[in-house]
């Protein structure tokens, strides 16, 4: 079990992401991270052990990100496992909650298209896989992925050109929050709304394969 949170709005969303995963350790903690877009690129901040280190996670300016908290199923627990995963230029960037099923045949695959993997987990090769749909607007580049995994699966995906979240669910949990911040929306999503209950109450559940797009406003 993992838990996974978003945040797409005007504010930064370092902070944000920070209380909320707190909020969300008891889906797992034995490691942690976070995906932030920034301008046309996507830092990325993971870390094993302690969640306390939190606290330690720079305030980077970007009101774009995702985050999770991981307890480890696929793959031992290291810094290169935690999530988030990116593909190979980190230029998409997934949390993800969930075990897919036909991951060993999909990365024979992707292995044999020439894509190159940096971690052990079944997660890794959504990135790939989405890189594979590049012809296609990001959120449908998304949707194409996300059809070919077998299982229980949630996730959330960032990319480095599309200013906005997608997150899509079967079988795992997903959830929105929406709030207005002096006129503009704010977005959140997350595995559980106790991740941003205390921001708002105004709430969304995904039923099973449906899937989000969480643009600046929209």
Request: proline letters at 2%.
């Amino acid at each position: 079990m993992c838990g996974i949170f978003g945040y797409v709005g005007n504010s930064n969303a370092v902070p944000i992401l920070k209380k909320g995963l707190k909020k969300l350790n008891y889906r797992g903690y034995d490691s942690w991270g976070f995906g932030l877009k920034i301008k046309d690129k996507i830092e990325i901040i993971k870390d094993v052990g302690d969640f306390e280190r939190l606290e330690e996670t720079p305030e980077i300016d970007s009101n774009l990100g995702i985050s999770h908290t991981r307890w480890a199923t696929t793959g031992e627990i290291s810094k290169n496992n935690a999530h988030p995963h990116t593909n190979e230029d980190n230029g998409i960037c997934v949390v993800h909650n969930g075990i897919i099923e036909n991951f060993r045949e999909l990365k024979e695959e992707l292995l044999n298209k020439g894509h190159k993997f940096k971690s052990e987990t079944d997660t890794e090769i959504i990135c790939h896989l989405i890189e594979e749909y590049n012809e296609y607007k990001f959120p449908e580049a998304v949707r194409k992925a996300f059809l070919k995994l077998k299982g229980r699966n949630a996730l959330v995906a960032l990319h480095k050109n599309f200013n906005g979240l997608v997150g899509v669910k079967n079988g795992s949990p997903l959830v929105v929050g929406i709030k207005n911040n002096s006129g503009k929306e704010e977005y959140f999503i997350a595995s559980d709304h106790r991740a941003f209950i205390t921001e708002t109450n105004k709430v969304i559940f995904l039923n099973d394969n449906e899937l989000v797009v969480l643009e600046q406003n929209e």
